[in-house]
Structures are given as C-alpha cells and as structure tokens.
C-alpha cells in the first residue's frame, strides 16, 4: 500500500424514511480530539435531534476506528454508518447522521437503510482524494554539507517542511514510501544524522 483516501472537505447529506429525517454530516479528520469537537458541535446544532450516531476512521493504515448507535438497537446505526466509510475505502474520515423522529418505528432494517442511505449521501457530496503514505524524517548535519543535502532535496523533489540552518544544521522533509530507498544517500552523508519521526 502507498496511498490511501480521504475526503476532500466537509458536506452534509439527508434520507428521510416514513417521516424520520437523518441528515449527515461529513469531515476530514486526524485525530479523536478533533473529533470529539466536531460532535459536540453537531450536538449543539442538532439539539433537538434524539439520536446523534457516528463513526469513523483514522490513520493512513486505518487502524483507529469507532462507531456509536446512540441510543438506537444495538448495530443498527453506528455499523452501518462505518461501513460506507469502509465500502469508499476511506480514512481520516467522521460521519455523523442525526435523527428526528417521525412518528413511525421503522425496525432494524428500516434503521440500518437509513443511516447507510444518510451516510451514503453525505459522502457522495463531498469529494474524494488520494495521498501518497509518506515518511517523515529529520536530518541534522554540518553546515558545511548544505550543498550536498540541497542538492539531493532537489534532485529527488522532496518535501521540505521546515529548516534550520546553524553549524549544526537541520531540516525536516518528507519521502513518497515506494522511493524510501533515496534515505540511504543521506545515510552516506558523513557526520549526517538521519531520524524517522512519522509516517502519515
């Protein structure tokens, strides 16, 4: 695996099902404090709604995921949810779908149509992006040897994130994972010190 999907932006999405509104909503996230506040923001949007389900996916690797029924039958609405992030193959991805009652109780399978259909809607409109997984390095190094970690910075177009150049200099950049063998020109560096901090 050398990339992965999420969304571009945030969205909102609606399904109505025998008077019950669900109504979607949809953000790129990238970790659980986030998260917690885009709920809490929904909620207070969303104040008269009796169920407020979620889930969502985080990390380039999709390890990080979460879903909440809120109250509804066990699975009904939080798996459903989580599933449509999942059948898009995305990650870094929230969905929340709120329900105002309408009435009528529309059963276990009523219930998962509906917050599939509402997750569903708000994914189809926003937009979906591919990122290339990336390894974070940092690199410190003699002044002197600037030329030649420019020179490779420039030769192989990568990503610089930020610099600090002293006599002992240093610089953040980022490498695409299937060209993580370049790391090794700097490895030849002498007296560079090359140091793995994420990869995302």
Do not use: W
Request: aromatic share 12%.
């Amino acid at each position: 695996m050398s990339s992965y999907k999420e969304v571009k932006k945030a969205a909102k999405g609606i399904y109505k099902e025998k008077g019950s509104r669900f109504i979607s909503y949809i953000f790129p996230v990238y970790d659980e404090d986030q998260i917690k506040q885009y709920i809490n923001n929904v909620k207070n949007i969303e104040n008269s709604a009796i169920h407020h389900c979620y889930g969502y996916v985080l990390n380039y690797n999709k390890s990080i995921y979460k879903f909440s029924d809120d109250g509804e039958p066990s699975s009904t609405a939080g798996k459903p949810i989580l599933g449509q992030i999942r059948s898009y193959d995305l990650t870094n991805t929230l969905i929340i779908v709120v329900r105002y009652f309408g009435g009528k109780k529309l059963g276990s399978s009523g219930l998962i149509r509906s917050y599939k259909m509402a997750a569903n809607d708000a994914i189809k409109n926003t937009s979906i992006i591919t990122k290339v997984i990336k390894y974070y390095y940092e690199a410190k190094f003699n002044y002197n040897d600037i030329n030649i970690i420019m020179s490779l910075i420039k030769k192989y177009q990568l990503e610089v994130l930020n610099t600090n150049f002293n006599t002992l200099s240093t610089i953040i950049f980022a490498v695409p994972i299937e060209n993580n063998e370049i790391i090794n020109h700097f490895d030849n560096i002498r007296n560079c010190n090359i140091k793995h901090l994420k990869t995302k």
